[in-house]
């Protein structure tokens, strides 16, 4: 597991976003264009997963309880499915961390990338990535 700790003057949603666009994206590199597939998120009252047959997404409600967690500095989980990759990500105290089942260096590419992205006030997030977790409304 590596990690990074996330001092740039950002919102949650942010750092959110940036921590899961820079998983993504530096994952697509060993994956393919395999779908980036969160299959459970953990804050600290709830569990959520997706209906069967179904993906899990950030809608509203689950966005606001792991932003608001994520502000109070409490863990957030995430299990993520990309390919035949397995990823656990998490957020706490402004640290995200990531840990990969297949390819470990693929650790060290997304921590490296989020720690230079993070200097930044506005990092670089692809448009269309929001949408495709969930997220209606972005920034």
Do not use: H
């Given at each position: 597991?590596?990690?990074?700790?996330?001092?740039?003057?950002?919102?949650?949603?942010?750092?959110?976003?940036?921590?899961?666009?820079?998983?993504?994206?530096?994952?697509?590199?060993?994956?393919?264009?395999?779908?980036?597939?969160?299959?459970?998120?953990?804050?600290?009252?709830?569990?959520?997963?997706?209906d069967?047959?179904?993906f899990?997404?950030?809608?509203?409600?689950?966005l606001?309880?792991?932003?608001?967690?994520?502000?109070?500095?409490?863990?957030?989980?995430?299990?993520?499915?990309?390919?035949?990759?397995?990823?656990?990500?998490?957020?706490?105290?402004?640290?995200?961390?990531?840990?990969?089942?297949?390819t470990?260096?693929?650790e060290?590419?997304?921590?490296?990338?989020?720690?230079?992205?993070e200097k930044?006030?506005?990092p670089?997030?692809c448009f269309?990535?929001?949408?495709?977790?969930?997220?209606?409304?972005?920034?």
């Open positions: 597991m590596k990690s990074v700790e996330i001092t740039g003057n950002m919102d949650s949603k942010r750092k959110l976003l940036m921590g899961l666009f820079w998983t993504n994206r530096k994952g697509v590199r060993s994956e393919g264009c395999a779908p980036f597939l969160i299959e459970k998120i953990e804050t600290e009252n709830n569990t959520y997963t997706p069967e047959g179904k899990l997404k950030l809608s509203d409600d689950i606001n309880d792991v932003l608001e967690n994520i502000d109070d500095k409490k863990e957030v989980k995430f299990d993520i499915k990309l390919g035949e990759e397995d990823i656990k990500a998490s957020f706490k105290d402004d640290v995200f961390s990531v840990d990969t089942t297949k470990k260096d693929l060290d590419e997304i921590i490296e990338k989020i720690g230079q992205e930044r006030k506005y670089n997030i269309s990535f929001p949408p495709r977790v969930g997220i209606r409304k972005y920034p």
